[in-house]
Nanobody
């Protein structure tokens, strides 16, 4: 059974930092391209960052220069380092595959990130 478990969210002030983790099981993680998504209330789920098998990264323009995606294949974990956080980053953050042809693994519960003073 595929499981994706996100953690690391919380309440942070504007300009602060958080590191999110996503632990994957039930897949061959080292052979899987991974991505982070976020969904704010009333909004569509948005692709934030992608990391390939070889470690190439792609970012949404809104987070470029502030967020970093990286992976540890030995731990079956993908991370999202978020710096210089803004209120508009407030959302529930999820990990999954890029979803080509609309194919995703079952979504985890996500982890809430709230940026507020």
């Amino acid at each position: 059974q595929v499981q994706l478990v996100e953690s690391g969210g919380g309440l942070v002030q504007p300009g602060g930092s958080l590191r999110l983790s996503c632990a994957a099981s039930g897949i061959i993680f080292r052979d899987t391209v991974m991505a982070w998504y976020r969904q704010a209330p009333g909004s569509q789920r948005e692709l934030v960052a992608t990391i390939t098998l070889g470690g190439r990264t792609i970012y949404a323009d809104s987070v470029k220069g502030r967020f970093t995606i990286f992976r540890d294949n030995a731990k079956n974990t993908v991370y999202l380092q978020m710096n210089s956080l803004k209120p508009e980053d407030t959302a529930v953050y999820f990990c999954n595959v890029p979803g080509n042809n609309g194919n995703y693994y079952p979504w985890g519960q996500g982890t809430q990130v709230t940026v507020s003073s």
